[in-house]
């Protein structure tokens, strides 16, 4: 598996209105013109197999659970068109009911302890998976990062929904992530489901205060200063949600933070992938952001691990930045496609 994130097409359109509420098309606007047929040829041509589609539950669901038909469709012709296209995709749930991922960095997420919220989440993936189980090289995404309290609940949730998705779709890939951001570490506490058709997922942006330094969306005085990559990152006495690393990281710190993971597959003989990893690109300065890419996408490949890059357009990570105006001035995009030609071919070599 090697492929991109559509991430901010179906999913996290807030955060692009947020960015240039001004020329923000709305909400079926943005919908229409952000991917065209023009990107999954793109994907096809520099190589990748896959796409991840994110899908906020907000943007298809009304509060009752009921599709918008103006949206739902429109995300069941785009996994089509992708799929027609050559391409496997990943169905995933970025947000649903209770649960964001962003704002679990703050406070606890409702859904892990709300019955109806979590009856909900079937209720939406009944209905994905009904709509969209008979499409040929699909995969399904339960939930994308879940923070729950402690792993045990994670691990309950996981198989309730996919119980509720298996009803619709007996043969069709499962992607499980792990507890807390689907970190690798949480693989020590993960238990596999009683499916032989499933891909344990991870994301991997470690070391955080690297990843995401200076990243406006991250709280605490750790993240806003400058890191360089390979490094030796300072104690800091902060408190934090987010884990705030120290120490050395190189290749070898980073090849160390996944054997939870390795561990994880050889115990359970298990398919393992990375579904999420990038760099902030306004946070570190370009040869350290390069530097961790080499290795990330080194270890994966030495490692035998598929990789989903997180993400191919805007959202602060994208291979392409189109109306971004933090990035309107940033070398790599500095072109008529406003590409990082540079990142993907890079990505190629892998």
Not at 72 to 101: M, Q, W
Not at 251 to 270: C, I, L, N, S
Request: one cysteine or more.
């Amino acid at each position: 598996m090697k492929g991109v994130n559509f991430g901010g097409w179906f999913s996290q359109i807030d955060n692009i209105e947020e960015k240039d509420p001004k020329t923000f098309p709305g909400l079926m606007g943005h919908i229409d013109s952000f991917i065209s047929e023009q990107d999954f040829n793109n994907v096809n041509d520099w190589g990748f197999d896959h796409v991840r589609l994110p899908l906020d539950w907000s943007n298809a669901f009304t509060k009752e659970i009921k599709p918008r038909e103006e949206v739902l469709s429109l995300y069941e012709k785009a996994v089509k068109g992708l799929t027609n296209s050559g391409l496997n995709v990943i169905v995933d749930l970025h947000r649903c009911p209770g649960h964001n991922f962003e704002a679990a960095a703050y406070s606890e997420q409702s859904f892990f302890s709300s019955a109806s919220q979590r009856k909900d989440c079937l209720k939406i993936w009944a209905i994905l998976a009904e709509r969209l189980g008979s499409v040929d090289r699909i995969m399904f995404e339960p939930l994308n990062e879940p923070v729950a309290p402690d792993t045990q609940t994670w691990n309950e949730v996981k198989a309730e929904i996919a119980g509720e998705i298996r009803r619709f779709t007996p043969k069709a890939t499962l992607l499980i992530g792990s507890n807390r951001w689907n970190t690798p570490g949480e693989f020590e506490h993960l238990t596999p489901l009683d499916d032989e058709n499933v891909i344990y997922s991870f994301h991997y942006y470690l070391p955080v205060i690297f990843t995401h330094q200076k990243a406006p969306w991250v709280p605490g005085r750790a993240f806003k200063q400058t890191y360089r990559y390979p490094g030796i990152y300072p104690v800091v006495e902060e408190k934090s949600n987010l884990t705030i690393e120290s120490g050395s990281w190189n290749r070898q710190k980073m090849q160390e933070t996944m054997r939870p993971v390795f561990g994880f597959r050889d115990k359970y003989h298990a398919r393992v992938a990375c579904n999420e990893f990038g760099v902030y690109m306004a946070g570190p300065d370009r040869q350290s952001q390069m530097n961790w890419m080499k290795d990330i996408l080194g270890i994966f490949k030495e490692n035998e691990i598929g990789w989903t890059y997180w993400t191919y357009k805007n959202l602060d990570f994208g291979l392409i930045s189109r109306g971004e105006k933090l990035f309107e001035h940033h070398p790599p995009y500095e072109n008529p496609l406003r590409t990082d030609f540079e990142l993907v071919e890079l990505m190629k070599q892998f």
